[in-house]
Protein backbone atom coordinates (compact mmCIF):
# COMPACT_ATOMS: atom_id res chain seq x y z
CA UNK A 1 0.00 0.00 0.00
CA UNK A 2 3.13 1.88 0.81
CA UNK A 3 4.54 1.32 -2.38
CA UNK A 4 1.42 2.37 -4.23
CA UNK A 5 1.10 5.77 -2.68
CA UNK A 6 4.64 6.84 -3.21
CA UNK A 7 4.59 5.62 -6.96
CA UNK A 8 1.46 7.88 -7.11
CA UNK A 9 2.76 10.60 -5.81
CA UNK A 10 5.96 11.04 -8.19
CA UNK A 11 3.67 10.24 -11.17
CA UNK A 12 1.49 13.45 -10.18
CA UNK A 13 4.97 15.60 -9.43
CA UNK A 14 5.77 14.53 -12.66
CA UNK A 15 2.95 15.31 -14.47
CA UNK A 16 3.16 18.30 -13.11
CA UNK A 17 6.30 19.50 -14.10
CA UNK A 18 5.85 18.76 -17.65
CA UNK A 19 2.65 21.07 -17.70
CA UNK A 20 5.05 23.63 -15.57
CA UNK A 21 8.00 22.81 -17.97
CA UNK A 22 6.17 23.08 -21.58
CA UNK A 23 3.31 25.21 -20.08
CA UNK A 24 0.63 22.51 -21.58
CA UNK A 25 -2.39 23.65 -20.62
CA UNK A 26 -5.34 21.67 -20.02
CA UNK A 27 -7.55 24.03 -21.11
CA UNK A 28 -7.41 25.02 -24.92
CA UNK A 29 -8.40 28.82 -24.30
CA UNK A 30 -4.46 29.36 -23.38
CA UNK A 31 -3.36 29.02 -26.66
CA UNK A 32 -5.69 31.67 -28.21
CA UNK A 33 -4.40 34.80 -29.24
CA UNK A 34 -5.34 38.17 -27.73
CA UNK A 35 -7.33 41.60 -29.65
CA UNK A 36 -6.94 44.86 -27.51
CA UNK A 37 -9.31 47.50 -28.66
CA UNK A 38 -7.85 51.33 -27.95
CA UNK A 39 -10.80 53.53 -27.52
CA UNK A 40 -14.29 53.10 -27.38
CA UNK A 41 -15.90 49.50 -27.94
CA UNK A 42 -19.52 51.50 -29.11
CA UNK A 43 -18.80 54.72 -30.58
CA UNK A 44 -21.41 57.01 -31.68
CA UNK A 45 -20.69 58.95 -34.88
CA UNK A 46 -22.36 61.43 -36.99
CA UNK A 47 -24.94 60.01 -39.75
CA UNK A 48 -22.37 60.61 -42.60
CA UNK A 49 -19.45 59.89 -40.78
CA UNK A 50 -16.79 56.93 -40.95
CA UNK A 51 -15.13 56.12 -38.00
CA UNK A 52 -11.34 57.19 -37.42
CA UNK A 53 -9.25 54.10 -36.28
CA UNK A 54 -8.08 54.48 -32.00
CA UNK A 55 -5.53 51.93 -32.34
CA UNK A 56 -5.65 48.08 -31.86
CA UNK A 57 -2.88 45.16 -30.83
CA UNK A 58 -3.14 41.51 -31.14
CA UNK A 59 -1.08 39.29 -28.86
CA UNK A 60 -0.61 35.80 -29.41
CA UNK A 61 -0.87 33.62 -25.91
CA UNK A 62 2.53 33.45 -25.74
CA UNK A 63 3.59 37.30 -25.95
CA UNK A 64 4.18 37.06 -29.95
CA UNK A 65 3.03 40.23 -31.14
CA UNK A 66 0.14 39.56 -34.09
CA UNK A 67 -1.12 43.02 -34.26
CA UNK A 68 0.09 43.29 -38.35
CA UNK A 69 -2.09 39.87 -39.00
CA UNK A 70 -5.32 41.57 -37.79
CA UNK A 71 -7.85 41.66 -40.49
CA UNK A 72 -10.96 43.58 -40.28
CA UNK A 73 -14.28 43.51 -42.00
CA UNK A 74 -15.98 46.61 -42.11
CA UNK A 75 -19.43 47.72 -42.50
CA UNK A 76 -21.59 50.54 -41.37
CA UNK A 77 -22.61 49.50 -37.99
CA UNK A 78 -19.17 47.78 -36.93
CA UNK A 79 -15.86 46.86 -37.39
CA UNK A 80 -15.02 42.89 -36.61
CA UNK A 81 -11.04 42.59 -36.15
CA UNK A 82 -10.11 39.31 -36.23
CA UNK A 83 -6.73 37.37 -36.13
CA UNK A 84 -5.62 33.57 -35.70
CA UNK A 85 -2.09 32.38 -34.53
CA UNK A 86 0.21 29.28 -35.72
CA UNK A 87 -1.98 27.02 -34.09
CA UNK A 88 -5.11 27.81 -35.47
CA UNK A 89 -6.77 29.28 -32.78
CA UNK A 90 -8.66 32.61 -33.26
CA UNK A 91 -9.09 36.07 -31.37
CA UNK A 92 -11.81 38.19 -32.51
CA UNK A 93 -12.97 41.89 -31.54
CA UNK A 94 -15.73 44.12 -32.33
CA UNK A 95 -16.32 47.57 -32.51
CA UNK A 96 -19.79 49.15 -32.61
CA UNK A 97 -21.18 52.40 -34.29
CA UNK A 98 -23.52 54.16 -33.17
CA UNK A 99 -24.80 56.87 -36.12
CA UNK A 100 -26.80 59.15 -34.65
CA UNK A 101 -27.13 63.29 -34.21
CA UNK A 102 -29.21 64.27 -31.32
CA UNK A 103 -27.50 68.16 -31.56
CA UNK A 104 -29.36 71.24 -32.93
CA UNK A 105 -27.13 73.32 -34.63
CA UNK A 106 -26.23 76.85 -33.34
CA UNK A 107 -26.67 80.12 -34.62
CA UNK A 108 -25.24 83.32 -33.34
CA UNK A 109 -26.79 86.73 -34.62
CA UNK A 110 -24.34 89.27 -35.17
CA UNK A 111 -25.21 92.78 -33.72
CA UNK A 112 -27.43 93.31 -31.20
CA UNK A 113 -30.23 90.29 -30.18
CA UNK A 114 -32.59 93.34 -29.46
CA UNK A 115 -32.18 96.52 -31.72
CA UNK A 116 -33.78 99.58 -31.28
CA UNK A 117 -34.47 101.93 -34.27
CA UNK A 118 -36.66 104.97 -35.42
CA UNK A 119 -39.46 105.50 -37.48
CA UNK A 120 -38.28 106.25 -40.91
CA UNK A 121 -34.32 104.58 -40.16
CA UNK A 122 -32.99 101.66 -42.25
CA UNK A 123 -33.05 98.67 -40.86
CA UNK A 124 -29.86 96.84 -41.15
CA UNK A 125 -28.91 93.21 -40.86
CA UNK A 126 -26.00 92.29 -39.62
CA UNK A 127 -25.98 88.54 -40.21
CA UNK A 128 -25.41 85.51 -38.20
CA UNK A 129 -23.24 82.43 -38.13
CA UNK A 130 -24.03 79.33 -37.94
CA UNK A 131 -22.58 76.12 -36.81
CA UNK A 132 -23.01 72.33 -36.03
CA UNK A 133 -21.55 69.08 -34.65
CA UNK A 134 -21.90 66.95 -37.50
CA UNK A 135 -23.34 69.34 -40.92
CA UNK A 136 -21.39 72.36 -42.82
CA UNK A 137 -23.87 73.10 -45.37
CA UNK A 138 -26.57 73.96 -43.68
CA UNK A 139 -28.63 76.83 -44.83
CA UNK A 140 -30.38 79.62 -42.48
CA UNK A 141 -33.69 80.99 -43.20
CA UNK A 142 -34.48 84.30 -42.26
CA UNK A 143 -38.24 84.79 -42.03
CA UNK A 144 -39.67 88.33 -41.05
CA UNK A 145 -39.16 92.09 -42.42
CA UNK A 146 -38.89 95.27 -40.33
CA UNK A 147 -41.53 97.78 -41.75
CA UNK A 148 -39.53 101.38 -40.35
CA UNK A 149 -42.10 103.21 -41.63
CA UNK A 150 -44.25 101.82 -39.07
CA UNK A 151 -43.52 101.56 -35.15
CA UNK A 152 -44.16 98.31 -33.20
CA UNK A 153 -41.85 95.72 -32.50
CA UNK A 154 -40.95 93.17 -35.20
CA UNK A 155 -39.49 89.77 -35.10
CA UNK A 156 -36.62 88.84 -37.38
CA UNK A 157 -36.56 85.07 -37.05
CA UNK A 158 -33.57 82.65 -38.11
CA UNK A 159 -33.99 78.90 -38.42
CA UNK A 160 -31.55 76.14 -39.79
CA UNK A 161 -32.48 72.20 -39.88
CA UNK A 162 -29.59 70.09 -39.91
CA UNK A 163 -29.76 66.66 -41.82
CA UNK A 164 -31.08 64.65 -38.79
CA UNK A 165 -33.92 66.95 -38.48
CA UNK A 166 -32.58 68.54 -35.39
CA UNK A 167 -33.91 72.46 -35.52
CA UNK A 168 -32.80 75.78 -34.62
CA UNK A 169 -34.55 79.14 -33.82
CA UNK A 170 -33.47 82.41 -33.02
CA UNK A 171 -35.50 86.21 -33.27
CA UNK A 172 -34.17 89.16 -33.11
CA UNK A 173 -36.23 91.79 -32.26
CA UNK A 174 -36.39 94.82 -34.06
CA UNK A 175 -38.59 98.20 -32.24
CA UNK A 176 -39.60 101.02 -34.34
CA UNK A 177 -40.04 103.95 -32.35
CA UNK A 178 -41.63 107.35 -32.86
CA UNK A 179 -39.04 109.68 -34.12
CA UNK A 180 -37.56 111.69 -31.38
CA UNK A 181 -39.83 114.60 -29.65
CA UNK A 182 -37.83 117.34 -29.71
CA UNK A 183 -37.66 117.92 -33.83
CA UNK A 184 -38.22 121.73 -33.14
CA UNK A 185 -34.10 122.01 -31.85
CA UNK A 186 -32.23 119.73 -34.67
CA UNK A 187 -29.40 120.16 -36.67
CA UNK A 188 -29.09 118.12 -39.88
CA UNK A 189 -25.57 118.08 -41.05
CA UNK A 190 -25.43 117.64 -44.48
CA UNK A 191 -21.74 116.98 -46.68
CA UNK A 192 -21.92 117.63 -50.21
CA UNK A 193 -19.81 116.82 -53.35
CA UNK A 194 -17.53 114.02 -51.55
CA UNK A 195 -16.12 111.57 -50.54
CA UNK A 196 -12.54 112.52 -50.69
CA UNK A 197 -9.14 110.79 -49.60
CA UNK A 198 -8.46 114.01 -47.40
CA UNK A 199 -11.69 115.25 -45.14
CA UNK A 200 -14.10 112.05 -45.50
CA UNK A 201 -12.25 109.55 -43.51
CA UNK A 202 -11.46 112.74 -40.59
CA UNK A 203 -15.25 113.24 -40.59
CA UNK A 204 -16.23 110.27 -40.26
CA UNK A 205 -14.33 109.83 -37.16
CA UNK A 206 -15.59 113.28 -35.46
CA UNK A 207 -18.84 112.06 -35.79
CA UNK A 208 -18.60 108.66 -34.88
CA UNK A 209 -16.36 109.87 -31.87
CA UNK A 210 -19.94 112.62 -31.07
CA UNK A 211 -21.91 109.86 -31.80
CA UNK A 212 -23.82 112.47 -34.68
CA UNK A 213 -25.72 110.70 -37.34
CA UNK A 214 -25.32 113.14 -40.74
CA UNK A 215 -25.93 112.84 -44.58
CA UNK A 216 -23.74 112.58 -47.77
CA UNK A 217 -24.97 113.97 -50.81
CA UNK A 218 -22.12 112.39 -52.54
CA UNK A 219 -21.20 112.37 -56.60
CA UNK A 220 -18.90 110.25 -58.60
CA UNK A 221 -15.17 109.64 -57.98
CA UNK A 222 -12.56 107.09 -58.08
CA UNK A 223 -13.70 103.71 -57.10
CA UNK A 224 -10.82 103.87 -54.16
CA UNK A 225 -12.88 105.72 -52.16
CA UNK A 226 -16.04 103.77 -52.42
CA UNK A 227 -15.21 102.75 -49.50
CA UNK A 228 -15.75 105.43 -47.36
CA UNK A 229 -19.26 105.48 -49.03
CA UNK A 230 -19.98 102.08 -47.74
CA UNK A 231 -18.29 103.32 -44.22
CA UNK A 232 -20.68 105.94 -43.51
CA UNK A 233 -23.75 104.01 -44.60
CA UNK A 234 -22.16 101.01 -42.28
CA UNK A 235 -21.88 104.06 -39.50
CA UNK A 236 -25.68 104.83 -39.65
CA UNK A 237 -25.39 107.80 -42.08
CA UNK A 238 -28.24 108.93 -44.69
CA UNK A 239 -25.76 108.56 -47.97
CA UNK A 240 -27.86 111.14 -50.76
CA UNK A 241 -27.72 111.09 -54.40
CA UNK A 242 -26.08 114.63 -55.31
CA UNK A 243 -24.85 113.88 -59.06
CA UNK A 244 -22.99 111.74 -60.78
CA UNK A 245 -21.36 114.38 -63.56
CA UNK A 246 -21.67 117.41 -61.32
CA UNK A 247 -22.21 119.29 -64.36
CA UNK A 248 -24.62 121.61 -65.06
CA UNK A 249 -24.56 121.84 -68.28
CA UNK A 250 -25.30 118.49 -68.80
CA UNK A 251 -27.48 117.47 -66.31
CA UNK A 252 -29.47 120.95 -66.81
CA UNK A 253 -30.09 120.59 -70.32
CA UNK A 254 -32.85 118.28 -70.20
CA UNK A 255 -35.01 115.86 -67.69
CA UNK A 256 -33.68 113.24 -69.67
CA UNK A 257 -29.70 113.72 -69.10
CA UNK A 258 -30.74 114.62 -65.51
CA UNK A 259 -32.49 111.63 -64.69
CA UNK A 260 -29.52 109.34 -66.76
CA UNK A 261 -27.23 111.39 -64.67
CA UNK A 262 -28.94 110.55 -61.12
CA UNK A 263 -29.55 106.68 -62.12
CA UNK A 264 -26.13 106.40 -62.39
CA UNK A 265 -25.39 107.73 -59.25
CA UNK A 266 -28.06 105.83 -57.78
CA UNK A 267 -26.59 102.43 -58.87
CA UNK A 268 -23.49 103.46 -57.74
CA UNK A 269 -24.59 104.15 -54.42
CA UNK A 270 -27.29 101.14 -54.55
CA UNK A 271 -23.39 98.79 -55.17
CA UNK A 272 -21.96 100.35 -52.61
CA UNK A 273 -24.44 100.14 -49.97
CA UNK A 274 -26.54 97.36 -51.00
CA UNK A 275 -29.38 100.22 -50.40
CA UNK A 276 -31.21 101.94 -52.68
CA UNK A 277 -31.56 105.84 -51.64
CA UNK A 278 -34.35 108.36 -52.28
CA UNK A 279 -32.57 111.28 -50.34
CA UNK A 280 -31.43 113.62 -53.27
CA UNK A 281 -30.07 117.25 -53.40
CA UNK A 282 -29.54 119.28 -56.73
CA UNK A 283 -26.44 120.35 -57.70
CA UNK A 284 -26.47 123.86 -56.66
CA UNK A 285 -29.48 123.34 -55.05
CA UNK A 286 -33.35 123.52 -56.34
CA UNK A 287 -32.86 127.62 -55.89
CA UNK A 288 -29.83 127.65 -58.31
CA UNK A 289 -30.14 129.64 -61.01
CA UNK A 290 -26.80 127.96 -63.07
CA UNK A 291 -29.74 126.35 -65.11
CA UNK A 292 -31.15 129.32 -66.43
CA UNK A 293 -29.61 128.94 -70.34
CA UNK A 294 -32.55 125.91 -69.91
CA UNK A 295 -35.80 127.98 -68.90
CA UNK A 296 -37.92 126.72 -66.98
CA UNK A 297 -36.05 122.96 -65.99
CA UNK A 298 -36.42 123.40 -62.15
CA UNK A 299 -39.81 123.88 -61.85
CA UNK A 300 -40.34 121.01 -64.07
CA UNK A 301 -37.49 118.76 -61.53
CA UNK A 302 -38.49 119.56 -58.26
CA UNK A 303 -42.02 118.39 -58.89
CA UNK A 304 -41.07 114.91 -61.40
CA UNK A 305 -38.86 113.90 -58.55
CA UNK A 306 -41.61 113.83 -56.17
CA UNK A 307 -43.54 111.83 -58.45
CA UNK A 308 -41.20 109.66 -58.85
CA UNK A 309 -40.70 108.90 -55.16
CA UNK A 310 -37.81 110.89 -54.27
CA UNK A 311 -36.78 113.16 -51.45
CA UNK A 312 -35.27 116.49 -51.99
CA UNK A 313 -33.58 119.11 -49.44
CA UNK A 314 -32.14 122.28 -49.88
CA UNK A 315 -30.61 123.83 -46.53
CA UNK A 316 -31.05 126.72 -44.59
CA UNK A 317 -27.79 127.21 -43.18
CA UNK A 318 -25.16 127.52 -45.06
CA UNK A 319 -21.44 127.34 -43.97
CA UNK A 320 -20.46 129.13 -47.14
CA UNK A 321 -17.11 126.62 -46.88
CA UNK A 322 -17.55 126.16 -50.95
CA UNK A 323 -16.04 129.66 -51.40
CA UNK A 324 -15.84 132.92 -49.37
CA UNK A 325 -14.36 131.62 -46.38
CA UNK A 326 -10.98 131.89 -45.13
CA UNK A 327 -10.72 130.18 -42.07
CA UNK A 328 -12.30 127.22 -39.79
CA UNK A 329 -13.37 130.32 -37.23
CA UNK A 330 -15.36 131.13 -39.91
CA UNK A 331 -17.31 128.18 -41.00
CA UNK A 332 -17.98 127.94 -37.16
CA UNK A 333 -19.78 131.38 -37.23
CA UNK A 334 -21.67 130.90 -40.20
CA UNK A 335 -23.15 127.81 -39.03
CA UNK A 336 -23.85 128.71 -35.79
CA UNK A 337 -24.45 132.40 -35.34
CA UNK A 338 -27.61 130.78 -38.59
CA UNK A 339 -28.58 128.16 -36.02
CA UNK A 340 -32.56 128.74 -34.98
CA UNK A 341 -35.23 126.93 -32.99
CA UNK A 342 -36.14 124.69 -35.65
CA UNK A 343 -35.23 122.42 -38.01
CA UNK A 344 -31.31 123.03 -39.07
CA UNK A 345 -30.30 122.28 -42.50
CA UNK A 346 -26.63 122.68 -42.64
CA UNK A 347 -24.69 122.86 -46.04
CA UNK A 348 -20.93 121.77 -45.77
CA UNK A 349 -18.72 120.29 -48.12
CA UNK A 350 -16.09 117.52 -47.89
CA UNK A 351 -14.82 118.09 -50.80
CA UNK A 352 -10.77 117.41 -51.12
CA UNK A 353 -8.82 119.76 -48.51
CA UNK A 354 -11.76 121.29 -47.32
CA UNK A 355 -9.78 122.11 -43.86
CA UNK A 356 -11.47 124.98 -42.74
CA UNK A 357 -14.88 122.70 -42.39
CA UNK A 358 -13.02 120.06 -40.83
CA UNK A 359 -11.08 122.02 -38.27
CA UNK A 360 -14.13 123.37 -37.59
CA UNK A 361 -17.12 120.37 -36.95
CA UNK A 362 -16.04 119.40 -34.36
CA UNK A 363 -16.78 122.85 -32.48
CA UNK A 364 -19.80 123.31 -34.43
CA UNK A 365 -21.20 119.54 -32.64
CA UNK A 366 -20.09 120.35 -29.63
CA UNK A 367 -22.10 124.11 -29.68
CA UNK A 368 -24.95 122.34 -30.39
CA UNK A 369 -25.13 120.01 -27.90
CA UNK A 370 -24.27 122.72 -25.29
CA UNK A 371 -27.22 124.57 -26.70
CA UNK A 372 -30.10 122.01 -26.66
CA UNK A 373 -29.80 120.88 -30.15
CA UNK A 374 -30.44 117.52 -31.00
CA UNK A 375 -28.16 115.77 -34.63
CA UNK A 376 -29.74 113.88 -36.61
CA UNK A 377 -29.17 112.39 -40.34
CA UNK A 378 -32.05 113.29 -43.17
CA UNK A 379 -34.87 110.70 -44.00
CA UNK A 380 -37.63 110.94 -46.28
CA UNK A 381 -39.42 111.79 -43.03
CA UNK A 382 -37.92 114.71 -41.95
CA UNK A 383 -38.98 117.91 -42.69
CA UNK A 384 -38.99 119.50 -46.32
CA UNK A 385 -36.62 121.65 -46.74
CA UNK A 386 -37.21 123.36 -50.29
CA UNK A 387 -35.82 126.75 -51.40
CA UNK A 388 -37.71 129.26 -53.70
CA UNK A 389 -37.70 128.22 -57.41
CA UNK A 390 -35.92 130.39 -59.73
CA UNK A 391 -35.99 129.15 -62.97
ZN1 LIG B 1 -22.36 120.13 -55.11
Redesign the pocket.
Known amino acids: MKYHIKQLTILLLGLLSLILIFNISPYQKKKSPTIILEGETSVSLCPNASYEEKGYQAIDYNQKELTNQVEIQKSLDQWVYQVRNRQGYQAKAIRKFIHEDHEAPVITLKGNIEQTIYKGHDYIEEGYTVKDNCDTDLKVEIIGEVNTNQTGIYSIQYQVMDHAFNQTKVIRTVTVLPPPENLDKVIYLTF ?2 GPSYTITPQVLQILKEENVKATF ?1 V ?1 NHSDDLNYLIKQAYLDGHTIGI ?2 YS ?1 NYRYIYTSEENFYSDLMQMSNKIEQITGHKTNIIRF ?2 GSSNTVSKFNPGIMTMLTQSVVQKGYFYFDWNVSSEDAGGVSSAEEVYQNVVQNLGQHANVVLM ?1 DFENNYYTLNALKQIIEYGKANGYTFARLTENSPAMHHRIYN
Request: no cysteine; glycine share 10%; hydrophobic share 20%.
Open positions: DDFIHSHPGH
